[in-house]
Structures are given as structure tokens and as C-alpha cells.
């Protein structure tokens, strides 16, 4: 089956730790994306990769660190300097068809809770 | 579940009954527009796109219209079902920001037997 992965489902962190978030594809995408939910709004880019080796920053990407040494996996760091990390992450994938905006497909996303 | 949404407009609706989701959207040079739905827990799910240069598309029970003059788009849902029940997402493209999508806050859709 083709589709994107992520993994853990649910993941608690002591505060002052980074955790390493897990997300795999087996859609050829080249372009691939994180994305941060809160309660009562919309998705916020993290950042996002547009090709092997290279990735730009999102809107919020402070206190988070990405790479992306393979085409399949786009693994996204939390680390201690994000104030408030507590959030339900999402992983995604498009094919990036030069220059146009296209259809974007989700993971299952990561619940991360800071204790 | 999860809680997603907690502040989002909601839309009840009878079972059975049509639903229309609204979204307007801010950048009137964007060409592309996705609908999304996202059940409580889970990742948001492809439902249907639409390109600038068609005002309507349909798909199997749902509809989308564009209405570029007042930046406009709307989900249509035909004969609401118990399992439609989740927020629903329109996205854009940012000014701009190829291969990104920017995204609406949502509307939670709820369906009463």
C-alpha cells in the first residue's frame, strides 16, 4: 500500500529533552512537509522540502530542526528551545510538479505531549 | 479522540439533510483550492480540488463551487451521513509560495441522527 507514515502515534517528552519525529513515504513525492496543530486553529507550516538535501523554513519554525537525507524519510526534530511544544504534528507529501501548488497528502500524525 | 477545533464554527445538520461549507479566501491571483476533511485524531483526507478555470466540480456526493468575483468557495455535501462528520479544511496556495498551501481554521460539521 502506498502512503505516509508517522510514527510514534503518541509521544511524551520530559521538558529540556528533544525528541525526533518519525515520517516515511512510498509515493515517489518528491516534496514533503510538517505541519503543527493546536486546538481551534488552522494547520501552520513548520518546513517543508522541495528535494533531497535542501528544505526551507515554514512559518513557525522556530526551536525545530528537519533533514532530508533520503527521498521517503523527512524526520523532524523538537528540541528544547520550542516553548510550547505540546501539539498534534502532521507529516505531508506532494509531488511538486515545478512551480504549481499541488495536492498535498497527510500522514496519521504525531501527538507530542511535553510533561 | 483528539480534540481539533475546540473554537471552530460548527455546522449541524439532520441526517440525510444537505450540508454547505463556506470558505473565503484572501489571495485572488490563486489558482488552486483543495477541500480537506479531518476526523478527530486523524491526519486531514483529500476530498476534492478544484483549478481556477472551472467554477464548479463535482465528485461522488460532494460539490465544490468557486466563485472567483468575491473570492468565494463552497463545499456542498449531498445527503449528509453520521461518518461526514469531522472539520473541514479549504487551502490555497500563498501568494507566491509554490508547492506550499496555506490553510483555513476549518468548520467542524456535526450530524445528528
Known amino acids: 500500500d502506498g502512503g505516509i507514515t508517522q510514527s510514534p502515534k503518541y509521544l511524551f517528552r520530559k521538558e529540556g529533552q528533544n525528541v525526533t519525529l518519525s515520517c516515511e513515504q512510498n509515493?515517489?513525492?518528491?516534496?514533503m512537509y510538517w505541519y503543527r496543530q493546536d486546538p481551534g486553529q488552522g494547520l501552520r507550516l513548520i518546513y517543508y522540502s522541495q528535494i533531497v538535501n535542501d528544505f526551507q523554513k515554514g512559518d513557525i519554525a522556530e526551536g525545530y530542526s528537519v533533514s532530508r537525507e533520503k527521498k521517503e524519510s523527512f524526520p523532524l526534530t523538537v528540541t528544547s528551545a520550542q516553548k510550547n511544544p505540546t501539539a498534534f504534528y502532521l507529516c505531508?507529501?506532494?509531488?511538486?510538479?515545478?512551480?504549481?501548488?499541488?495536492?498535498?497528502?497527510f500522514g496519521p500524525g504525531t501527538r507530542l505531549t511535553v510533561l | 479522540g483528539e480534540s481539533v477545533g475546540l473554537h471552530l464554527p460548527t455546522l449541524s445538520v439532520q441526517e440525510g439533510d444537505n450540508s454547505i461549507i463556506n470558505c473565503a479566501y484572501s489571495n485572488s491571483a490563486s489558482d488552486y483550492f483543495i477541500w480537506y476533511k479531518q476526523e478527530s485524531g486523524k491526519g486531514p483526507q483529500f476530498i476534492i480540488d478544484?483549478?481556477?478555470?472551472?467554477d464548479k466540480r463535482q465528485g461522488q456526493r460532494v460539490t465544490v463551487l468557486l466563485n472567483k468575483t468575491v473570492k468565494h468557495l463552497s463545499l456542498q455535501i449531498a445527503a449528509t451521513q453520521p461518518g461526514d462528520s469531522a472539520v473541514y479544511f479549504c487551502a490555497e496556495p500563498p501568494l507566491g509560495g509554490y508547492n506550499k498551501l496555506i490553510f483555513g481554521a476549518g468548520t467542524r460539521l456535526a450530524v445528528h441522527p
Open positions: 478544484i483549478r481556477s478555470n472551472m
Open positions: 505531508a507529501s506532494s509531488i511538486a510538479s515545478g512551480g504549481r501548488a499541488d495536492t498535498q497528502y
Open positions: 509515493l515517489n513525492h518528491d516534496a
